[in-house]
């Protein structure tokens, strides 16, 4: 081939979209992957001293139960012991997230931890403005699945659908609904709140993409909702229309003893 027609094929391969348009693709996972390595290691890092702290806090509550209380103190030492723990759980599971060999798989409840996630956010002081309904379904079919990330994926989808109604001038809503059928297990968060555009929507599980104000929103929520969801096999959805709310949907296979 000539030098005139390598020239030509280079031209036509600079011109091409598609060609430019993969190059463009690439570009962006490679940067995408960078960014997600530096975040690991910044995580790792913060995952290790807040553990050694709350170990701290953990003893220090558990000297505390050991006094008389009234019920009502009681209740928030029990309560304020258990969420300290599960914090705990939540860091080491950081700590060893991208190393893990072997998972804590258990046969659950998704509606046991569906609730679990409602009653701690109805404590939460960014939702006391809320009105959180949650619809129970005590007869849902098992999943079988890691209940700390499926708690943590659960309760950020929920902080963003509280943020979301915020800024809704009438009643703040949120309702929390669970179902069954063709053989998954699905928790539905749907907020009336002010929606997303379909470009908005498309992009909302990227990495650091957030549609609220500076230093509102970190864009890192439903990108680690969508990994923890996906590690085990379920799935995550939006669908969202502006000024009427945003549907959020996660999934999960159905499973018996014998799986």
């Given at each position: 081939?000539?030098?005139?027609?390598?020239?030509?094929?280079?031209?036509?391969?600079?011109?091409?979209?598609?060609?430019?348009?993969?190059?463009?693709?690439?570009?962006?996972?490679?940067?995408?992957?960078?960014?997600?390595?530096?975040?690991?290691?910044?995580?790792?890092?913060?995952?290790?001293?807040?553990?050694?702290?709350?170990?701290?806090?953990?003893?220090?509550?558990?000297?505390?139960?050991?006094?008389?209380?009234?019920?009502?103190?009681?209740?928030?030492?029990?309560?304020?012991?258990?969420?300290?723990?599960?914090?705990?759980?939540?860091?080491?599971?950081?700590?060893?997230?991208?190393?893990?060999?072997?998972?804590?798989?258990?046969?659950?409840?998704?509606?046991?931890?569906?609730?679990?996630?409602?009653?701690?956010?109805?404590?939460?002081?960014?939702?006391?403005?809320?009105?959180?309904?949650?619809?129970?379904?005590?007869?849902?079919?098992?999943?079988?699945?890691?209940?700390?990330?499926?708690q943590q994926?659960?309760?950020?989808?929920?902080?963003?659908?509280?943020?979301?109604?915020?800024?809704?001038?009438?009643?703040?809503?949120?309702?929390?609904?669970?179902?069954?059928?063709?053989?998954?297990?699905?928790?539905?968060?749907?907020?009336?709140?002010?929606?997303?555009?379909?470009?908005?929507?498309?992009?909302?599980?990227?990495?650091?993409?957030?549609?609220?104000?500076?230093?509102?929103?970190?864009?890192?929520?439903?990108?680690?909702?969508?990994?923890?969801?996906?590690?085990?096999?379920?799935?995550?959805?939006?669908n969202s229309?502006?000024?009427?709310?945003?549907?959020?949907?996660?999934?999960?296979?159905?499973?018996?003893?014998?799986?």
């Amino acid at each position: 081939m000539t030098n005139s027609e390598n020239n030509r094929t280079d031209s036509q391969h600079a011109d091409d979209p598609a060609a430019s348009g993969e190059r463009s693709r690439q570009a962006v996972d490679s940067s995408q992957q960078d960014r997600l390595a530096a975040l690991g290691t910044m995580t790792a890092g913060f995952a290790h001293e807040v553990c050694s702290s709350l170990t701290s806090i953990s003893a220090l509550v558990q000297v505390l139960r050991r006094h008389t209380w009234p019920n009502e103190q009681s209740t928030q030492l029990e309560q304020l012991e258990d969420e300290v723990k599960r914090s705990i759980d939540i860091g080491r599971y950081l700590l060893d997230f991208a190393g893990r060999s072997s998972s804590d798989v258990v046969l659950a409840d998704l509606d046991d931890i569906t609730e679990q996630m409602v009653t701690m956010i109805r404590y939460s002081h960014r939702s006391k403005d809320v009105r959180i309904e949650s619809i129970r379904s005590r007869d849902l079919p098992r999943v079988c699945v890691e209940v700390l990330p499926v708690q943590q994926a659960i309760l950020n989808i929920l902080l963003n659908a509280v943020d979301a109604v915020q800024e809704c001038t009438g009643e703040k809503v949120v309702t929390v609904r669970r179902s069954a059928c063709d053989g998954w297990v699905n928790v539905m968060v749907v907020d009336y709140g002010i929606g997303m555009t379909h470009n908005q929507a498309g992009k909302a599980f990227e990495l650091f993409y957030t549609t609220k104000p500076p230093g509102k929103g970190t864009g890192l929520g439903l990108t680690i909702s969508r990994g923890l969801v996906e590690r085990q096999g379920g799935t995550i959805s939006l669908n969202s229309l502006p000024g009427f709310g945003t549907i959020a949907k996660v999934s999960f296979r159905e499973c018996n003893a014998n799986e």
